[in-house]
């Protein structure tokens, strides 16, 4: 398409209400529907949260009551209240607010006075009240334009309410999943000992702050009691688990940062150095120090500089050295003064070093025998682009991991061998819930998986943006399933928390019409209801065909399936804080207590029975 002439006229001012409206990515990050924990709707909540938030780190307000349903936000807070006279510009003119001002706010989390405003402007319905001394101002706003202000008296408590409904047309099919939010106030309790957060009913305290986050994490995993440090500044607390990789939450004037920043980075370098300078004659490598270790780290900052407006990331540089060495030396009196756990810590890093040389060796034995069978790997049929996304390359890259020959071939012959690859699992793999690494290079088919993947170093260089879990829809595929997730989970689990992994969903079902004149007229059915509302609109001449397996849809049906409408699942394991635990009571060797709960929990349809 020809561009048009660059005039005068192609320059446009835009207010900044509709600045947000426009651009609504610069300011809440991404959009979404509301089914990963980072769309912008939970991003809303998050800036009426903070704002509650503040007003408790600075001494007002210990209880916020948060009622939230499918599409509608209220808060409330016992905190100060707005100034009575700049209501409506708090939350509707950019660049306002009190938290310019340390003398009033001195650790705050939301500090560029545009949060609140971008809630009001991408809210189809936005409300504002405030009270304070027994006088009230209420604004009312619709996707931003003002619709009118209330003045009075009341005998309600000082403090704001916050009431927001985010708008359908940019968050498209949006709903609050009760998982997500449920999340984002545990974590907002941890990091504000003291503060209850009611959410619909249910209250969300902390009085050890992040020790309290690390043992509900941790729980029975743990090997030894987390060590844990907390002053007006700096708070952490980390224990070492038998997991493979190592897990850290951090945050930063009670706000978690996803991507971490400066404070995470420093605090695992220091947690390193003190452990080294603790048992200065073994001199560990920081990955042996770091495997299995799950950590919390949280700073205070006056002037916390963020990536972007959703504060994801902390970039304050300037506090890097001084924080490795606080922690570094808190760390090294952690030790000395418990000796027992300090014992702990050295014998589980020296378990790992050891593994880590054993499995140099296995590594080595497995590459040499992968070169000697074929320089590619033979279950893998690949594509021509590869995922790179500092490049900006291989975008929208996807690999079918199928079982057995005829899958294999529906599926090669039918996908776009552009950017869609397919591996062949021979039978059904190990489940690996209990196994160690060295499996991975051991087991032929796992190592080749592996390599077709290229993650046996890291999934930064995974070749595929989404892995996609082609299974029969029968028994054993599932089965297949449940172990392909064990796997990813047990040793890439990054894969999986990054949103790289998913499930195919395949017809269950095609009704035609047993009638000639209508008999190529094929409906495709996900589920019974889909079937039902088929045979419905056919009539009494509809025929079914059940498929169980992807050998039995042709390879011109096939394309339908896998090409621009392909219905994928996400495996989302965000919502479950306890996943590990999960994954042993379904996947390890319990099977007596495990075949006890599916009993106690069946659900028999009464018309099944004969």
């Known amino acids: 398409m020809a561009l048009k002439e660059y005039t005068d006229q192609s320059i446009q ?188 009913g249910t209250t969300y305290r902390s009085e050890q702050g992040l020790l309290d986050l690390m043992n509900d994490e941790v729980q029975f995993e743990k090997l030894y009691d987390p060590f844990y440090y907390r002053d007006a500044t700096l708070e952490f607390s980390f224990t070492h688990t038998n997991r493979f990789n190592e897990e850290y939450f951090s945050f930063v004037n009670g706000q978690y940062t996803d991507d971490g920043g400066t404070h995470l980075s420093a605090f695992k370098e220091a947690l390193a150095r003190g452990v080294n300078e603790f048992s200065p004659k073994s001199k560990f490598e920081a990955d042996d120090i770091r495997e299995g270790m799950v950590g ?20 304050n540089v300037e506090i890097r050295s001084d924080l490795i060495a606080k922690i570094k030396q808190l760390v090294v009196e952690m030790l000395n003064r418990n000796p027992a756990c300090a014992q702990k810590i050295v014998d589980k890093i020296e378990d790992t070093r050891k593994l880590r040389k054993e499995l140099n060796s296995v590594k080595k034995a497995a590459r040499e025998r992968s070169k000697s069978v074929s320089i590619r790997v033979p279950q893998l049929r690949d594509c021509k682009q590869h995922y790179d996304p500092k490049k900006g390359k291989g975008l929208g890259t996807e690999i079918f991991i199928c079982e057995g020959a005829s899958a294999a071939g529906t599926l090669t012959a039918s996908r776009k061998p552009d950017f869609q690859a397919v591996f062949t699992l021979r039978g059904k793999p190990l489940n690996t819930v209990d196994l160690r690494r060295d499996v991975l290079y051991k087991n032929v088919e796992l190592f080749n998986l592996m390599c077709a993947l290229d993650i046996a ?116 394991v965000n919502h479950d804080t306890h996943l590990q635990d999960t994954i042993q009571f379904y996947m390890g060797e319990n099977t007596r207590t495990r075949r006890q709960y599916i009993l106690d929990h069946l659900v028999v349809n009464p018309e099944d029975v004969v």
């Open 13 to 200: 001012q835009l207010s900044s209400l509709e600045h947000i409206r426009k651009r609504s990515g610069m300011y809440i990050g991404r959009l979404g529907d509301g089914s990963d924990y980072n769309d912008g709707i939970y991003i809303l909540l998050k800036e009426v949260l903070d704002n509650a938030v503040d007003e408790f780190i600075s001494g007002y307000g210990k209880r916020v009551e948060i009622n939230v349903t499918d599409d509608r936000v209220t808060c409330r807070d016992y905190g100060r209240g707005i100034p009575l006279g700049k209501v409506r510009e708090c939350v509707s003119q950019i660049n306002t607010g009190g938290k310019f001002n340390d003398d009033v706010f001195q650790f705050s989390v939301g500090m560029n006075g545009v949060g609140t405003k971008a809630v009001n402007a991408l809210s189809t319905r936005f409300l504002a009240k405030s009270i304070r001394n027994g006088e009230f101002v209420q604004v009312e706003y619709e996707r931003g334009e003002f619709k009118g202000e209330t003045k009075g008296s009341t005998t309600e408590r000082n403090g704001t309410l916050i009431d927001f409904t985010p708008d359908p047309t940019i968050f498209k099919g949006y709903r609050f999943l009760t998982e997500h939010v449920e999340r984002r106030m545990r974590l907002t309790s941890y990091l504000n000992s003291g503060l209850a957060i009611v959410l619909n």
């Open 296 to 315: 919390a780290v949280s700073v205070r900052l006056k002037e916390p500089m963020f990536e972007s407006q959703t504060k994801n990331k902390l970039v």
């Open 457 to 572: 170093d890291s999934i930064d260089s995974l070749r595929y943006e989404r892995v996609i879990l082609a299974t029969d829809a029968d028994v054993d595929g599932l089965h297949i399933r449940n172990l392909m997730i064990t796997y990813f989970m047990r040793f890439f689990d990054r894969l999986v928390r990054e949103g790289h992994l998913y499930i195919l969903e395949t017809p269950l079902f095609r009704v035609r019409s047993s009638n000639k004149k209508k008999a190529d007229q094929n409906v495709y059915c996900y589920n019974e209801q889909e079937r039902d509302a088929a045979v419905a609109k056919i009539g009494a001449s509809a025929e079914i065909t059940r498929f169980k397996g992807l050998g039995e849809v042709s390879t011109e049906e096939f394309k339908a399936f896998i090409g621009e409408n392909m219905r994928l699942t996400p495996v989302d």
